[in-house]
């Protein structure tokens, strides 16, 4: 079992910016590939980034590239999303997601609110 604990979530201006923090608890969140996924008020749930174990293989949904950087500090079970240059589109609760192997994220966060203001 894998416990995932997010942070960092808040509200800020348009063009601010925020990190948010995936704290893993309950075994080495190195066995994992890590994700960020959102979900807004009223749509469904999107993926953000995505990160392998190692860092080496990363990727980004199109809404949020340029802007956002994942990373991950496997030593302190920690995964990063920094995001920069936030738009009021990109107000949702945030969830970061534990992946065993072929995108079957089976461990996932309770979430954390990040709301941009305009």
């Known amino acids: 079992q894998v416990q995932l604990v997010e942070s960092g979530g808040g509200l800020v201006q348009a063009g601010g910016s925020l990190r948010l923090t995936c704290v893993a608890s309950?075994?080495?969140?190195?066995?994992?590939?890590m994700a960020w996924f959102r979900q807004a008020p009223g749509k469904e749930r999107e993926f953000v980034a995505r990160?392998?174990?190692?860092?080496?293989?990363?990727d980004y949904a199109d809404s949020v590239k340029g802007r956002f950087t994942i990373s991950r500090d496997n030593p302190k079970n920690t995964v990063y999303l920094q995001m920069n240059s936030l738009k009021p589109e990109d107000t949702a609760v945030y969830y970061c997601?534990?992946?065993?192997?072929?995108?079957?994220?089976?461990?996932w966060g309770q979430g954390t609110q990040v709301t941009i203001s305009s």
């Open positions: 997601a534990a992946d065993r192997g072929g995108r079957d994220y089976v461990y």
């Open positions: 309950g075994r080495a969140l190195s066995a994992y590939a």
């Open positions: 990160i392998s174990w190692s860092g080496g293989n990363i």
